[in-house]
């Protein structure tokens, strides 16, 4: 008899929340896609078959913020997301030709896309439009406004946002300008400059940190923000570590978080006072050891941070638990979920506790196992318009995370159709890139598999379908 699967997933609890399927039953897979769900398949037809008793399977876990470029994250951060169960991610920062030579040359055999940062220089209306044109060119799905970090004027973060609405490419913000900062202040001025355009709201938990007033009140008014924003798109992430550069020039800090963590951890904001934060165990250092980013404090994060002369990633434990929880949590009047996705902001940052806490969640009875899977996978693949992602339907990708609920961890992990983990052992190689039809020419010449992704299937897609499950 001829081969009908290339694999065969028998026995798993399936979680698929587009259809709001939740029962026991199997998956068959071929030529990357499911061809088939339903009770007892075949696997004399199957080439491979594997028996998932006990175990949940959802759709391919995506990470809508994560860093796997040479400037933030770096390499292993491909890795280290593979295993722990994501199967796709959006680098938030690029350059992209280092994310694409990432993947290329130490990939796990993810999906990933690109966005471009946009730190500061270009401001008319002509010079943006080049600069996202260009990023566009070179394989980037959009543009990243780092306002927080790098604060530009408001009047030339607004213009970001409607001219990447004009060449319709993604666009996401981490709030902040030179007027307001990367606070709850800086989150109600950012949906304000969106001007009703499409916007990807980077890490929602991060202006919810108490610096305007109490945290707890600061989440109930970001909540509400976003309820009056339904053109904005969001993401949270649970995890009590930020992540953030420490790199200083003549003294200074330069990005303006890492300066606010030093102040609140009552440390001055300067370079003298960052390595006293970081030698008395506040500042944590991103430092690779046996092929994995891992954060490293004390004296050995202080002398880490100097050896890179201070360039090199910090984390700093400013997330607050009742903070996130709410966000990860909270819906509107309709049943939606009011911060769309989970995310990480990880990647390279050793932060990528998506699944294990979504699970957490689970097991506290925050969340159903369909909700879960959905804000782990289904609300991101509508976030990015990635329409054959986010679901376990036959004729999707074969994308699929397992989950061991008894070990609350991902325990294996398909990408198009391909084993990239076991166990938490990465056993996947290079990747796919996510790109536009602008960036294919690029993108192509990394020898990678390439998708394109239909702009107009991304952000704007919000103001047609509220989301739930
Ligand atoms: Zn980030």
Redo the contacts with the bound molecule.
């Keep these: 008899m001829a081969v009908r699967y290339s694999l065969i997933l028998s026995g798993g609890r399936i979680l698929d929340p587009p259809t709001g399927r939740d029962e026991v039953t199997d998956i068959g897979i071929l030529d990357g896609k499911i061809v088939e769900v339903g009770r007892n398949l075949d696997t004399s037809r199957a080439q491979d078959a594997i028996d998932l008793s006990g175990k949940w399977v959802i759709p391919g876990v995506i990470d809508p913020?994560v860093?796997v470029s040479s400037w933030?994250g770096d390499y292993p951060g491909l890795r280290m997301m593979a295993s722990e169960g994501v199967i796709t991610a959006l680098d938030?920062?690029g350059p992209p030709e280092s994310v694409f030579t990432n993947v290329k040359e130490h990939g796990s055999g993810m999906h990933i896309a690109c966005l471009d940062a946009f730190t500061q220089g270009e401001s008319t209306e002509k010079s943006i439009e080049r600069r996202i044109a260009s990023a566009l060119e070179g394989g980037a799905i959009g543009v990243k406004i780092l306002g927080g970090h790098y604060p530009l004027s408001p009047e030339v973060t607004a213009r970001i946002i409607g001219e990447a609405k004009r060449q319709g490419c993604y666009v996401a913000f981490?709030a902040g300008t030179i007027r307001a900062g990367s606070n709850l202040e800086g989150m109600r001025e950012a949906i304000q400059l969106s001007d009703g355009n499409p916007l990807h709201l980077?890490?929602i938990n991060s202006y919810c940190r108490g610096y305007v007033k109490d945290p707890l009140l600061e989440t109930y008014e970001a909540l509400q923000l976003l309820k009056g924003a339904p053109h904005v798109w969001s993401e949270s992430y649970v995890n009590v570590f930020n992540?953030t550069s420490g790199k200083c020039v003549n003294g200074q800090i330069q990005s303006q978080v890492t300066r606010t963590c030093c102040r609140v951890g009552g440390f001055s904001e300067d370079e003298a006072g960052l390595g006293k934060a970081i030698r008395e165990g506040f500042g944590h250092v991103t430092k690779m050891k046996g092929g994995v980013n891992v954060l490293v404090t004390g004296e050995e994060g202080y002398l880490y941070w100097r050896e890179q002369n201070t360039d090199v990633t910090l984390s700093f434990p400013v997330n607050l638990l009742p903070v996130q929880i709410s966000l990860a949590s909270a819906k509107d009047s309709n049943g939606s979920f009011i911060v769309d996705a989970f995310s990480t902001?990880g990647g390279g940052i050793p932060r990528n506790t998506m699944v294990r806490h979504a699970l957490n969640l689970v097991r506290l009875g925050v969340l159903t196992p369909l909700e879960m899977a959905y804000k782990v996978s289904t609300r991101a693949a509508e976030m990015l318009g990635l329409k054959s992602k986010g679901t376990l339907s036959v004729g999707a990708d074969a994308d699929v995370t397992v989950l061991d609920p008894e070990q609350g961890k991902a325990c294996l992990g398909i990408a198009s159709g391909r084993i990239i983990m076991v166990e938490g052992r990465v056993v996947g190689t290079g990747g796919t890139i996510i790109t536009m039809v602008k960036g294919l020419e690029k993108v192509k010449e990394w020898g990678l598999p390439v998708k394109t992704m239909d702009p107009a299937e991304a952000l704007p897609r919000k103001l047609k379908k509220g989301g739930g499950v």
């Design positions: 913020h860093h933030i938030m920062a981490h980077a890490h992540g902001d």
